[in-house]
């Protein structure tokens, strides 16, 4: 007990010292770039453990306030430090820098509030794209067998049929990771072939938020949330048939991407005051690292900020870190770009080592229109399994019939206690949104005694994501303009009517794929000489596993799939593609597998026409980088632009900040200019007259012998020259450099609404087998 005391005061002692100094005490990540080779991992933590000693006043204080040791990848630590603490490390020799971790978040657009989905026609739960893969790149990549993904996230239900291991063969020798038992998760959890690994990082979450509560999540990698179940299996579910959602409906097929990958997890995020969910930096941090030391080939990282702008620069952002020490190990990582569109700039994770990942459509929506008293027929969508009678249903207005006391401001969005039981009884309640996330509408007019409801959208949000949302009672969604025309219709007469037809499927909608409005657009904050996104992919009404101990729906009933919306969904879909590229192709680098996936992927729509946003305006690279994804091209790109770790950070010199990553790196005395990194797209800002950018691109076209030829489409007012025009390659693996010449003809950029100007370049061979095509985005000065 006495013992146990003193411990106490021991870890209280920095706090206390803090009052007195009005000192805060934060959980800071101490980074001294890469490990320099032979020390063991004892003598790792004792050095990390002599700074933090030179730092704090007792041996025991800097004990009690080290989070983690970097030891594997990752030369650093995480503890609680003060400002004058920080001060001081900071200037320490080998201390390349000292920043504050960070609070992330999942990125789903809601996650608990969704339900199951109604689909009344046999269909594969999976996004046409896979679907279209065809054997031939599925058996060429052996399914990806040999492939090893890590997927950081919120632990995983290993008893999910998906993650079954039946028929697999071994686990690749290179394998050196482990499975970290707790709670509801022992080694016979993952010692099968499918779930190959598994650990869990709370260090930091416990500081902040003290103990775990067993009650809210397991203290393992068992996943409770289910986020990280969805992902993981829609990077590498098996094939499992006859799933049904919801209570029965809807049949299909569910696998992930690459359905013999073998999976290896990282919880990170944890659950605790009720539905909160954190995943803190130094956590995640301690994640990659453990990752890269274990033997993945892909990371899956649907994880990052929530807010409206990337705020953190390359320097202090784990994830930058993080994914620079992975792809230096040939690491391919996909981040979520974020859920914070269709606002511009508000794209994150956008370092050029990372493949950034936006949110599209699939060809498939859930239709329930509604039909006004007057005749008129409004779209709407809705994967609910309540049904109206075929009748007529007065319908009112939520803003009209809120209970005493209630401002029409908070009734009108259907918020709980807004509704009035007398004028609501029996009948369709019109319920507007104000932001992009919905708030229990359903639960409300329920309560409130309603038959169905109306979602009307908010002006800037989508409204295909909020097509899953209700379940309890009939309901349907739709736009903004349409929601007015209701209210003008309920307006223009004394006894409103409506009724809501019942949710059905249907599938290969057009225009499809079209980006999903929640999808976090570009220009990239940090460096707008790199586009991101890069590339986009399904992350609309996705359906994958789930956990059985989160029940999105009302009545509580457990499911086993799920469907949801994100850039999260879209995140794991290119992870499972990098891992059948590298599956195919084990010596290309990541930079190289990247720019395999990038340049192959399409603009067009399945109508033939440019890829559009929810609304049908035409999108941008801003929202889709170099577009939608295409597994099969990429396996077979022809040529790839590379690049290595030295040219990373070469990068980082023209941006001025090297010195945190590698003291010793010299610089060119004129760095290059950072749209000059080997990048599959191209991007100059505050363009003067003319540029020219400097590429290169190495042949892996089959046959070795090619010839390529460029063609491009100028941004308005610009030209665009490529020197030289045609490029030769006798064999495989020969490099070509070329320039490309921007140059401005006029400034009708300038008289854009965003101030840029979109193109492309290409190269494409004799018979037009291989097609490099690289977006171009050009600001003016
Ligand atoms: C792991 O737990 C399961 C029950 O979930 C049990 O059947 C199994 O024997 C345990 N395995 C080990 C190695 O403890
Ligand atoms: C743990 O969580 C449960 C369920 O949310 C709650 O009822 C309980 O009070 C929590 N316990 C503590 C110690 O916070
Ligand atoms: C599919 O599952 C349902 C139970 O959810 C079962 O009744 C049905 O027979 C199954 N169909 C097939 C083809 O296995
Ligand atoms: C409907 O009528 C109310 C007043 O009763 C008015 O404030 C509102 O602007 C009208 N809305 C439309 C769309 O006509
Ligand atoms: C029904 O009312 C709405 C709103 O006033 C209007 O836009 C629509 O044209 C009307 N439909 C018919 C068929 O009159
Ligand atoms: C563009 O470059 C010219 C000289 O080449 C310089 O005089 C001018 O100030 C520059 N304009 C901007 C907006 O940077």
New binding site residues.
């Given amino acids: 007990m006495a013992k146990f005391l003193i411990m106490v005061l021991l870890l209280l002692l920095p706090l206390l010292g803090s009052r007195a100094e009005k000192q805060v005490f934060e959980v800071y990540i101490v980074y001294f770039g890469e490990h320099s080779g032979e020390k063991a991992l004892h003598e790792i933590e004792e050095t990390h453990h002599s700074y933090l000693v030179s730092v704090k006043s007792t041996e025991e204080e800097a004990r009690a306030s080290l989070l983690y040791s970097y030891k594997h990848s990752i030369n650093g630590f995480a503890a609680v430090l003060s400002p004058d603490e920080v001060s001081k490390l900071s200037e320490m020799e080998d201390v390349m820098s000292v920043f504050r971790s960070g609070e992330y978040t999942i990125h789903t657009t809601r996650s608990w509030e969704f339900v199951g989905l109604l689909m009344q026609e046999e269909e594969h739960t999976i996004p046409t794209h896979f679907k279209k893969l065809g054997s031939d790149l599925l058996s060429r990549a052996k399914y990806g067998q040999d492939v090893v993904v890590g997927v950081i996230d919120t632990g995983v239900w290993p008893e999910s049929q998906s993650f079954s291991d039946k028929g697999m063969g071994p686990i690749p020798k290179s394998w050196k990771g482990i499975c970290q038992s707790g709670p509801a998760f022992?080694?016979?959890?993952c010692n099968s072939r499918k779930i190959i690994g598994a650990r869990y990082f709370i260090k930091e979450f416990e500081h902040h938020y003290g103990p775990l509560n067993a009650s809210e999540d397991y203290r393992s990698s068992r996943d409770k949330n289910g986020h990280g179940t969805h992902t993981a299996s829609t990077v590498g579910g098996r094939m499992v048939h006859n799933v049904s959602v919801n209570g029965g409906f809807g049949r299909g097929i569910a696998s992930g991407g690459a359905p013999l990958v073998r999976l290896a997890i990282y919880k990170v995020c944890w659950q605790f005051n009720g539905k909160s969910l954190s995943c803190s930096g130094a956590d995640i941090m301690a994640a990659i690292d453990a990752a890269v030391a274990d033997g993945v080939h892909v990371m899956s990282i649907s994880l990052g900020t929530r807010g409206q702008r990337h705020e953190k620069y390359y320097t202090d952002d784990i994830f930058v870190i993080g994914a620079l020490h992975a792809s230096r190990n040939n690491i391919v990582v996909a981040c979520s770009a974020g859920n914070d569109g269709p606002t511009p700039s508000t794209v994150s994770h956008i370092a050029p080592w990372i493949i950034t990942v936006a949110a599209s459509s699939v060809d498939r929506k859930f239709v329930s229109p509604v039909v006004l008293g007057n005749g008129s027929k409004i779209k709407g969508q809705s994967a609910t399994p309540s049904k109206l009678e075929k009748k007529m249903y007065p319908l009112v207005y939520a803003a009209d019939v809120a209970d005493q006391d209630v401002s029409k401001d908070y009734a009108v969005q259907c918020l709980p206690h807004s509704l009035s039981l007398d004028k609501v009884k029996g009948k369709i309640v019109l319920c507007m949104i104000e932001y992009t996330s919905v708030h229990g509408e359903d639960m409300e007019v329920k309560r409130a005694g309603g038959a169905g409801y109306i979602l009307g959208s908010s002006r800037a949000g989508g409204v295909d994501e909020l097509a899953a949302h209700a379940n309890v009672l009939p309901a349907t969604v739709v736009v903004y303009t349409d929601a007015i025309r209701i209210l003008e219709y309920i307006n223009s007469t004394k006894n409103p009517i409506a009724t809501i037809i019942p949710a059905k499927t249907v599938l290969h909608t057009k225009p499809a794929p079209f980006m999903a409005a929640f999808s976090s657009r570009g220009p990239n904050t940090i460096d707008p000489n790199i586009i991101k996104p890069d590339i986009t992919a399904p992350g609309l009404n996705i359906i994958a596993a789930w956990t059985p101990e989160n029940s999105p729906s009302a009545n509580r009933a457990k499911v086993e799939y799920h469907m949801i919306s994100g850039t999260s969904m879209s995140c794991p879909h290119v992870a499972a593609a990098a891992a059948l590229v590298k599956a195919i192709h084990p010596t290309w680098s990541s930079a190289a597998i990247r720019s395999a996936i990038m340049t192959t992927a399409s603009v067009i729509n399945n109508n033939g026409l440019p890829l559009t946003n929810d609304r049908g305006n035409v999108a941008t690279p801003f929202a889709y980088g170099s577009g939608h994804f295409q597994p099969t091209k990429a396996a077979d790109p022809g040529l790839v632009y590379d690049a290595s770790y030295y040219d990373y950070l070469l990068y980082l010199c023209s941006l001025g900040s090297v010195k945190k990553f590698d003291k010793t790196f010299k610089c060119p005395k004129a760095p290059p200019s950072s749209f000059n990194l080997n990048y599959p797209s191209l991007a100059v800002s505050k363009l003067n007259g003319t540029v020219s950018v400097k590429r290169t691109v190495t042949n892996v076209g089959g046959g070795g012998k090619s010839i390529y030829f460029f063609t491009s489409q100028p941004p308005v007012g610009m030209s665009v020259r490529a020197h030289p025009s045609i490029l030769v390659f006798d064999r495989v693996g020969q490099k070509k450099s070329f320039t490309i010449t921007l140059r401005a003809i006029s400034d009708e950029i300038l008289r854009k609404k965003d101030g840029y100007g979109f193109g492309w370049y290409k190269w494409t061979d004799a018979h037009a087998l291989h097609v490099v095509r690289s977006p171009i985005a050009v600001s003016l000065a």
Wanted: hydrophobic share 0%.
């Fill in positions: 022992n080694s016979s959890h």
